[in-house]
């Protein structure tokens, strides 16, 4: 079986510090993987180089067989085809909900407006969101936005889709709605990386969970593996960490 | 989701809520008085030390001759006829050259190096040549070139003078504003697949113009009153007029015509202005203070 995506020896520095050194991660269709870590481990370069919205050093990214990290290859069509949900959400404020959605769709795919609306309806219908289409995102919740970034990304029909830490930006109480949105599209066979905080969450939707520390891949493995009998000390002490926490 | 009903209180005032809403009325009268004693103290000091002065007889004869404002009012009302076309095709063309300018500058495609050196050079140039000079520069200097298809009359060139002087300055306007959109907005029009073009023009200009508004507006606030400059080439306007009018009965009111039908225009623009950097204000930082 090919890997959708196919992550091999990434390398990527800021000045002179080391983000991510030597990564690699195989993700085929359908699957779910989970990335967790301490701040700092890399986790969010990670998404931000798979999308292309940073240039790797050095290694190759391959999706469907193509290497999309080549400096030659058209990143605009890459990013086309894999969506990404950022920590802040980032919609756009000065378009409502239904512009946000089919911005890209229209402008991108060439999809008319109208056909693009079509679709974004029945996405807000599937999300619960079809009484927002005409608000602005300043007056939504912060779960409602995060569900409207989702909701902008798959509009795109990505076959990749990233999750920046999604939750860590909203109120304990809102988080529910956006882990439920995950989940659904987990169950609906998308192929995702969810970066997360929720260890819970990464161990429930997760078919695979990835421990990253100081930029390298610490421990790669099953949810049980990794999250409840890890065998590094690093990730131990992240989840003894963790479980203080919460 | 239902919604939870909003906190709602009974009409009927408690001792507390009244004894409250007197102290902030006894309040707010007393401001509103001191303003009001305080206006009028100085204004009418002012208007003392003026009208008691030695020279107020003559000054109020060659200043303020209402026969003379009346005798001279249609002459440059006419002329601020053309002040106010002239302003508005520079307006026109300022905003969308500095546009131009400022999207050029803010780009960081290689392709477009050569254009970006010259867009700031122009920037730099412009800003550092009084717009007097540059009036008188292209004013008289290109129509004594007497080249062919080159229109000769010292309006178009009064009208191009104040199109490339306040695009430099509009420019930087654009700029401040598309400068003060976040990165991630870009990161979110990119991840999407929108070129960096489309990113700009769908995602980022918008709301960056949408932010400068109203120094935009400042701007033209100022160009209306530069508008005056044009007076130095023979040009008909308003300014003009009443200088001619002063030359023929050494009575200066005729300026004063003018200066009021200036503050007609500027003014409420002004204060239009000053509003709408208050709503946004309150917009952003919900707040009124």
């Known amino acids: 079986m090919s890997a959708l995506l196919d992550v091999r020896g990434v390398w990527k520095q800021f000045g002179d510090l080391v983000v991510l050194a030597d990564v690699s991660l195989a993700l085929s269709t359908h699957e779910v993987l989970a990335v967790v870590g301490p701040s700092g481990s890399g986790k969010s370069t990670l998404l931000r180089c798979i999308n292309l919205l940073e240039p790797v050093d050095d290694g190759e990214i391959l999706l469907d067989g193509v290497d999309i990290a080549d400096p030659e290859f058209d990143a605009d ?78 509009a795109m029909n990505p076959s990749l889709m990233l999750f920046d830490e999604p939750t860590s930006a909203l109120d304990p109480e809102l988080v529910g709605e956006v882990l439920g949105a995950i989940k ?22 997760a078919d695979r969970v990835l421990f990253m520390d100081e930029g390298r891949v610490v421990e790669e493995g099953s949810p049980d593996q990794v999250l409840v009998n890890p065998t590094t000390d690093r990730a131990r002490r992240f989840l003894r960490l963790m479980a203080e926490v919460t | 989701m239902t919604e939870a009903e909003a906190p709602h209180r009974d009409p009927d005032l408690s001792p507390g ?45 060659s200043f303020f001759s209402w026969e003379d404002f009346k005798a001279s009012f249609p002459e440059i009302l006419t002329g601020f006829a053309r002040n106010v076309r002239i302003f508005l095709i520079a307006e026109v063309f300022i905003l ?19 254009l970006r050196l010259a867009a700031t050079a122009y920037v730099d140039i412009i800003r550092g040549i009084p717009t007097i000079i540059l009036l008188f520069l292209l004013g008289f200097g290109v129509p004594a070139l007497r080249l062919q298809g080159v229109p000769n009359s010292q309006e178009f060139w009064a009208i ?74 023979g040009v008909q306007e308003a300014f003009r007029r009443s200088q001619i009018y002063v030359a023929e009965t050494f009575n200066f009111t005729a300026y004063l015509a003018a200066a009021f039908l200036f503050m007609l225009v500027t003014i409420p623009l002004a204060r239009f202005t000053d509003y709408l950097i208050r709503r946004q204000r309150e917009r952003t930082t919900g707040t009124s203070v």
């Open chain 2, 96 to 114: 969308i050259v500095a546009l131009i300018l400022a999207v050029i500058r803010s780009s960081r495609a290689p392709v477009l190096t050569p």
């Open chain 2, 17 to 61: 809520r009244a004894r409250r809403l007197a102290y902030q009325n006894r309040q707010r009268r007393r401001s509103l008085l001191i303003g009001a004693v305080s206006t009028v103290l100085v204004f009418g000091v002012v208007i003392l030390v003026v009208v008691n002065s030695p020279g107020w007889p003559t000054v109020r004869e």
């Open chain 1, 77 to 154: 069509d890459a990013r086309r085809r894999i969506g990404i949900v950022f920590q802040s959400f980032n919609l756009f404020p000065h378009l409502s909900v239904l512009d946000n959605i089919t911005l890209a769709p229209n402008k991108v795919l060439k999809i008319s407006k109208e056909e693009a609306q079509i679709t974004a309806q029945h996405l807000l219908n599937r999300f619960d969101l079809a009484d927002k289409r005409d608000e602005y995102p300043d007056r939504l919740s912060g779960g409602q936005q995060q569900r409207v970034a989702i909701i902008r990304a798959l």
């Open chain 2, 160 to 233: 191009t003078t104040l199109v490339i002087s306040y695009s430099a300055y509009v420019a930087e306007v654009y700029r401040a504003g598309i400068d003060s959109v976040h990165e991630s907005q870009t990161s979110a029009a990119r991840s999407l697949g929108l070129s960096s073009a489309q990113s700009m023009r769908w995602v980022v200009l918008p709301q960056a113009v949408r932010r400068v508004i109203p120094p935009l507006l400042n701007d033209f606030v100022a160009l209306q009153k530069d508008s005056a400059l044009l007076a130095l080439l």
């Open chain 1, 184 to 205: 659904t599209l987990a169950a609906e066979g998308m192929t995702m990386i969810v970066v997360s905080h929720e260890l819970a969450f990464a161990r429930d939707v």
